[in-house]
């Protein structure tokens, strides 16, 4: 080539030189003879003077990358192009200030002006290096990023074998990726699963595309299922024709895990398994719709434990939640599969029966279930009987959506329990009558008790021998309209309609009230017991209250009784405030004895004064020999513990013989007396014990 340079030509030679944007350089004896513009400017020098006779080991630091002295290196490569012709490399230079940049260098062994000299030109590869450094970076930010998530990424040629696996995916399936190359997806599959996948992915590759959210089951190497996410996309060659696929695996696994415990959270109950309230509402809805297509009926059953919250109260959440589980079992032992069996919640169930011909097919399921419950239990070494009371509902009759029925199954409910529990009642209209009367009676009864329109009756406790009064027992009396409204009714409403706290602060201080006018006109006052419920049980600071009462009238805590049954002492703190009331000087009878859970325990913890052998024991004294021995028992207790004991409900000479036989003193009933408006009973006190003589004759008093 160098022939053809004139001197022309190297004026030519110069412009080009001068001009090239890229660093050029003429070497001679490799020492840079002559360079241009860019060179210099490249350099940050301020001009070619301090260049020109520069070795490349003086523009270049002490040592290449590549750990060769820039001396020698340079030697070398100069050598190499003058022994090839030319040369490529690449190179580190060191600029004026100092700072070095990474080029790409060119030698070319040229004649010029008649000399061997080399022509050197740079190519600034920093914004090479720069963008190599990002690929590399974003490379390692992709690899991180697969890493530190669950998914692995992958390839597959065109006949589905994995050649690239990386990733996550020996934790999440346990293959290596070596165990995977030359394997198809389809391998690591369930059959089933395969075959389902191997149809969806022959059809996203005829039409070439892309696919995402593909939801699949992997099987781990050591069989467990894994749920992924796959998202995918077709590799082309040059040409534009796919070779494979490649995509990216998501492992959804625990995320489907918790989306199905969620999904049992929120439509079963934890502790029983069974349909919650949310899954059985729309059981209902479905079976009254497939009623309405099919001209069927829906029966909803309501059901409710008996005796269930004493065992719960008395023995544990642990052995209540034992129990319900149990129970939940037997009961769904005895249901079809189409039927549905749900919790509501504490110690309800409903049963929906999908198809029901008549109130017999109701019954008959009923019977069974109320057979299965009834069955004794035993957990922890004891044997406990729970029943269950159940209310039907029928869909359409009775309510054509999910809350009427329900209601009224709960109506009917009720009425189950209050005729005898452990059996069944279908819902009809007079309950319904009824449940509106007790809303009316819940309106009225808080205007009577605003005005303090609340009577109150006494009833004697006599004494025998003797026929002294001792005390009397408080009784609620509440006329409406003409009518007297039972006693315990009026407690239901109040109870119910949250008027119980308020109806108690009446009784109390209409009662002290009462005793003080006694007191006042010279009697001798008894003492006076009053009833307390359950709600009433719940207030902390009714302990104050009574002493406060008590004390603002002039009276003291003794000349004040309060009746308890055993289902107040089960409210939370109950046990509590009995200590209290004992302490500040209340005296305390237990209610109704006999009919509760555990009334020995009660009487072993709590400060009991008296007990009242309940009446329905009196009642079959003379009939029922289990009675009798019962009624004998509870007396021998109460002396051996050093209590006293009323016998409540005597009305006839026949039971007053039978217990003044066995040593009892103590006794309220219609024999003696009725309840009694207050001047009446003053009337009685005033009379003294000859009010009592009439019994003399029964050879009793
Ligand atoms: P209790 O505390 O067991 O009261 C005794 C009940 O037996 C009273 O019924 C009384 O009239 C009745 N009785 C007494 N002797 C005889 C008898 O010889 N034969 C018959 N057949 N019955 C007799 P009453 O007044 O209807 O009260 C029923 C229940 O209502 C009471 O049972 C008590 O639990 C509750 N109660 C009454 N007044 C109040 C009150 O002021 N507050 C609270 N919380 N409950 C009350
Ligand atoms: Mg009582
Ligand atoms: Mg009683």
Not at 49 to 59: F, M
Request: charged fraction near 25%.
């Amino acid at each position: 080539m160098a022939e053809r340079f004139s001197p022309v030509g190297e004026e030519w030679f110069r412009g080009i030189f001068e001009a090239s944007p890229d660093p050029a350089w003429i070497i001679e004896n490799r020492r840079f003879i002559d360079c241009n513009r860019a060179a210099v400017s490249t350099l940050r020098y301020p001009d070619k003077r301090a260049l020109l006779g520069a070795h490349p080991k003086d523009l270049s630091p002490e040592l290449q990358p590549c750990g060769e002295a820039s001396a020698a290196k340079a030697k070398h490569m100069i050598g190499l192009a003058e022994e090839r012709g030319s040369h490529r490399f690449e190179w580190t230079h060191r600029r004026a200030d100092g700072s070095l940049f990474p080029t790409e260098v060119t030698l070319s062994a040229i004649t010029l002006l008649d000399r061997a000299v080399v022509y050197c030109s740079w190519r600034d590869l920093s914004d090479h290096d720069r963008m190599a450094q990002a690929l590399r970076e974003s490379e390692q930010r992709f690899r991180d990023f697969t890493f530190a998530s669950a998914d692995w990424i992958w390839e597959v040629d065109a006949r589905g074998r994995f050649t690239y696996v990386a990733g996550n995916v020996e934790s999440v399936l346990g293959y290596t990726p070596a165990e995977l190359i030359g394997r198809t997806p389809f391998d690591i599959m369930p059959l089933e699963e395969a075959r389902r996948v191997r149809r969806l992915m022959k059809d996203i590759a005829r039409h070439q595309r892309s696919f995402s959210d593909l939801h699949n089951v992997n099987l781990h190497k050591h069989g467990r299922l894994r749920h992924s996410v796959t998202n995918g996309m077709p590799i082309r060659d040059a040409s534009g024709a796919v070779i494979g696929y490649r995509g990216i695996d998501r492992d959804t696994t625990a995320l489907r895990e918790r989306d199905e415990k969620i999904l049992r959270l929120a439509y079963y109950d934890a502790l029983t398994g069974l349909p919650n309230r949310i899954l059985l509402e729309d059981r209902v809805a479905q079976a009254l719709a497939a009623a309405r297509r099919n001209q069927l009926r829906t029966a909803l059953l309501f059901l409710d434990l008996d005796r269930f919250k004493v065992v719960n109260d008395s023995l544990g959440h642990d052995i209540g939640d034992q129990l319900l589980v149990i129970m939940s079992k037997r009961m769904q032992s005895v249901l079809r599969a189409s039927d549905t069996l749900a919790r509501l919640g504490g110690d309800e169930f409903v049963v929906v029966l999908g198809d029901v011909k008549d109130a017999a097919a109701i019954a008959a399921v009923a019977e069974k279930i109320i057979a299965e419950v009834a069955r004794p239990v035993s957990l922890q070494g004891q044997e406990f009987n729970i029943g269950v009371s159940i209310g039907a509902a029928i869909g359409p009759d009775d309510g054509d959506n999910f809350p009427s029925l329900l209601k009224r199954a709960d109506i009917a409910m009720y009425r189950a329990k209050a005729d005898g529990k452990s059996t069944l009642r279908l819902f009809d209209g007079s309950m319904k009558a009824q449940v509106m009367r007790h809303l009316h009676l819940e309106g009225r009864l808080r205007k009577a008790i605003d005005n303090g329109d609340v009577d109150l009756h006494y009833q004697p406790k006599i004494r025998l021998p003797g026929g002294s009064v001792p005390g009397v027992e408080a009784l609620i009396r509440w006329r409406l309209d003409g009518a007297l409204v039972p006693a315990p009714l009026v407690i239901s409403v109040a109870d119910e309609g949250g008027l119980i706290g308020a109806l108690g602060d009446l009784v109390l201080s209409k009662t002290l009230d009462q005793v003080r006018t006694w007191k006042a006109a010279g009697l001798p006052a008894p003492r006076t017991a009053v009833n307390f419920s359950a709600h009433q049980f719940s207030s902390a600071q009714l302990v104050d209250r009574m002493v406060r009462a008590v004390g603002d009238r002039g009276l003291a805590p003794q000349d004040l009784e309060v009746e308890l049954t055993e289902s107040v002492l089960m409210a939370d703190q109950a046990c509590d405030i009995v200590d209290r009331l004992h302490a500040a000087g209340f005296l305390l009878t237990l209610d109704d004895f006999g009919t509760g859970y555990s009334s020995l325990g009660y009487l072993k913890r709590l400060p009991i004064h008296t007990i009242k052998i309940d009446r329905s024991f009196i009642r079959d004294i003379a009939s029922d020999h289990r009675s009798a021995a019962l009624v004998e028992a509870i007396l021998a207790i109460g002396r051996s513990l050093g209590l006293e004991v009323v016998a409540e409900g005597v009305e006839t000479r026949e039971q007053l013989r039978f217990l003044v036989d066995r040593d009892c003193t103590l006794f309220q009933g219609h024999l003696f007396s009725r309840p009694l408006a207050a001047d009446a009973l003053q009337q009685l006190l005033q009379r003294g014990p000859e009010a009592f003589n009439f019994l003399a004759g029964a050879g009793c008093a």
